[in-house]
């Protein structure tokens, strides 16, 4: 799972079913419910343009808004035929949203709420099969990408093609389509309509009576598509069909990766990838990967988070970390896992909600982050991950966070300090440092590892007991959990730093998320969590607007909070959970005002990267 307060930050049209091959997703307008209507709003393109605009986006390293994002070309042979795989599937379709590619928005505004950052390490002692590698695991990354953007929209030259305004096209592809994920996934391209809450992942018409009433096996299944058959029933489609092309190209990429790795934990964990990505069997890969410890490339490839389905929550959807282990850092952190078995029993709720007892194989980590691609490269970009989420491999054998350092540094220094100056307290300021916003990201992200996964009253999984909110209450737990076990580490003596630091920056970034907007999991979980310590008074405004924390109050806040949570989690209240969010997961005007106000101070609201070999000076591997 991906952090929240401190990272990721990510509606409903229903249009007639196709009975389809299912990788055809015209985009209608969300007004036209019927047959006749969705037919009238369709059109025949030609798909050349379209072959063209997609295939010059996913030859490009850099996912960057450059101005010439759209026109640069690859005389690389190998990046050709795989971004030809890749982009194999998009053009099956015939049919196109008639948007007229124009936007009645700002995009220029819009795109300014980005900051764009080079993502860069240092490569230079790393041998040249290290850096052979390197090159392999983001031409796999890439692909991963094609297939986010199939998840998330559909066939992306279908809107690209029509779009002709440079800034417009930039941010499609930053958003992975023509909703703004940074504003409640707000249409900035004119005619395309409301996001589909189950994105591509189910038919757009699908209600959730039908759903629920279906007798389907595997219709809630992480790896499949739900299709319809000719009579209109509902079929289940796996990923490894849909993307077959794909992911034998992934697959061949990780192999030939493997064959390069000196390290034989990574060998094993990329031959085990690469075999999963063809069977939709992850399981065994995700034990290999958490097995191994002396590897300094990682690779973190396939379906992974389920942020994407905000209709039910189930279906993951594809992405890829490249990454380089900054091994100094991580010696820092590796002391705090073996805390976690005490620290669960730590947790401030009754017996029944602690008995499950966390993994004993967690492991710590930093890394710099060298390619983003797919679901973690849409809109906000991701900070700090906890791998695996299937909940048996993390109670037999825990997880590992891993925190990207370089991507954190970079927003800590570009937005977390700005906003500060602006909405924190004077004499509070001091109290924001890049160190309190690193722990803070961190226990998030160990904090996913504590609580409950099975409700206590025999609903099932919370996952599947909490439906669609099981995102937004899971992060809001881990926020939260995070602090709470700071505040046990500190009374141990096993953080020396001034609560205060941890507090004050907690607050600051969350001005920080909550500008990602309260539609997603981590926007409802930050808006929960800021209007639950607002009304315990954990912070008050002054009068001349800025922000001060009341620690005790604070370390109050966080305790009761953690309480609500878990124990929402545990007895799997579906009701309850919806009436809370309903409540609280809200941006009030004031908080509007405040951070419009931020906008207009231009401090920017995310990154976007400049990445790739190139950017790395790895062009001649």
């Not at 759209?70 to 030809?84: C, G, P, V």
């Not at 958003?175 to 589909?196: I, S």
């Not at 969590?529 to 109050?556: C, I, L, P, S, T």
Request: with cysteine.
């Amino acid at each position: 799972m991906r952090s929240t307060s401190f990272c990721r930050d990510h509606s409903t049209s229903q249009i007639p079913y196709q009975t389809e091959n299912p990788r055809h997703l015209p985009r209608l307008n969300d007004s036209d419910r019927s047959a006749d209507a969705a037919e009238s709003n369709t059109c025949i393109v030609s798909l050349q343009p379209r072959c063209d605009a997609a295939a010059k986006i996913l030859l490009n390293d850099s996912h960057g808004p450059s101005p010439d994002l759209f026109l640069e070309e690859s005389t690389n042979d190998m990046r050709k035929s795989i971004a030809l795989t890749v982009i194999g599937f998009l053009f099956s379709s015939t049919l196109a949203p008639c948007s007229n590619g124009q936007s009645s928005v700002d995009v220029k505004e819009r795109l300014e709420q980005y900051v764009e950052v080079e993502l860069t390490t240092d490569v230079q002692s790393l041998s040249e099969k290290q850096k052979k590698m390197i090159g392999l695991l983001i031409e796999a990354a890439k692909i991963m990408d094609g297939c986010f953007w199939y998840e998330a929209y559909g066939e992306p030259s279908s809107l690209l093609s029509e779009i002709k305004d440079a800034d417009t096209k930039r941010f499609a592809v930053i958003n992975y389509g023509p909703w703004d994920r940074l504003a409640g996934n707000e249409p900035f391209v004119d005619g395309v309509g409301a996001k589909p809450k189950g994105a591509n992942f189910y038919p757009i018409d699908m209600t959730k009576d039908e759903f629920e009433k279906s007798e389907l096996v595997g219709k809630d299944g992480l790896y499949t598509f739900l299709r319809r058959n000719e009579d209109g029933t509902l079929k289940s489609v796996p990923y490894r069909d849909q993307f077959a092309d794909e992911m034998n190209a992934a697959s061949k990429l990780l192999k030939d990766a493997a064959a390069l790795a000196d390290d034989a934990g990574l060998r094993h964990y990329l031959l085990l990838r690469a075999d999963a990505l063809l069977t939709d069997d992850y399981r065994p890969s995700d034990v290999a990967w958490l097995e191994m410890h002396g590897n300094t490339i990682d690779v973190v490839i396939g379906p992974i988070e389920n942020y994407e389905d905000q209709l039910y929550g189930y279906k993951t959807a594809h992405e890829a970390y490249v990454l380089i282990k900054d091994k100094q850092w991580s010696e820092r952190l590796a002391k705090y896992a073996a805390f976690l078995p005490e620290l669960q029993r730590t947790l401030p709720v009754a017996d029944a909600y602690k008995q499950e007892e966390p993994g004993t194989d967690t492991e710590l980590n930093a890394y710099d982050v060298i390619y983003y691609a797919g679901d973690c490269n849409s809109g906000s970009k991701t900070i700090a991950i906890n791998l695996p989420n299937d909940e048996t491999v993390q109670l037999e054998k825990g997880t590992r966070r891993l925190q990207l350092k370089n991507a954190m540094r970079a927003k800590f220094d570009k937005i977390l300090l700005p906003i500060a100056d602006v909405l924190i307290a004077d004499d509070q300021r001091v109290h924001v440092t890049f160190d309190a916003f690193f722990s803070n990201t961190m226990f998030h992200e160990v904090a996913h590892g504590l609580g409950i996964k099975n409700t206590i009253n025999d609903r099932g999984p919370v996952r599947t007991a909490l439906k669609e909110h099981a995102g937004a209450i899971e992060e809001g737990k881990a926020d939260i959990l995070g602090l709470h076990m700071i505040n046990q580490l500190h009374q141990k003596g096993e953080i020396s730093e001034d609560l205060e630091d941890f507090y004050v920056t907690f607050m600051a970034g969350i001005f920080r998320s909550v500008r990602f907007g309260a539609s997603s999991a981590h926007g409802k979980a930050n808006m929960i969590r800021f209007n639950f310590f607002r009304d315990a008074g954990a912070f008050a405004r002054q009068d001349d607007g800025k922000y001060r924390v009341n620690v005790d109050k604070f370390r109050q806040a966080t305790q009761d909070l953690s309480s609500l949570l878990l124990e929402l989690q545990g007895d799997g209240d579906y009701q309850a959970v919806s009436n809370l969010i309903e409540t609280k997961g809200v941006i009030g005007e004031q908080l509007q005002a405040e951070l419009d106000m931020l906008s207009k101070n231009g401090i920017p609201v995310d990154v976007v990267f400049r990445q790739g070999q190139e950017v790395l000076g790895l062009t001649g591997n």
